[in-house]
């Protein structure tokens, strides 16, 4: 079921700043890599994510509990890489 995959690949963007960066900066590039290593996404969806505005991903990262976000330490996030 690849909406799974959106939402699990919507959550990683909004708790994960580094993943978020390299999104915003290069989102056709992130999806690939993301396709790759596992994450089910039909081309409707990459081509809606890829759309999605940085703005918009940013104002929802903000927007949540600093708890439940992912610190970034000397540039990493804190979290294993999936």
Request: hydrophobic share 40%; net charge negative.
């Amino acid at each position: 079921m690849t909406h799974r995959s959106v939402e699990a690949l919507i959550g990683r963007l909004a708790t994960d700043p580094t993943l978020r960066g390299r999104f915003i900066e290069d989102p056709a590039r992130i999806l690939r890599e993301l396709k790759e290593a596992g994450y089910e996404l039909t081309p409707v969806e990459i081509e809606a994510l890829a759309s999605t505005s940085g703005d918009a991903i940013h104002s929802f990262a903000d927007s949540l509990d600093r708890r439940i976000r992912r610190a970034v330490v000397n540039g990493e996030s804190n979290a294993t890489k999936e």
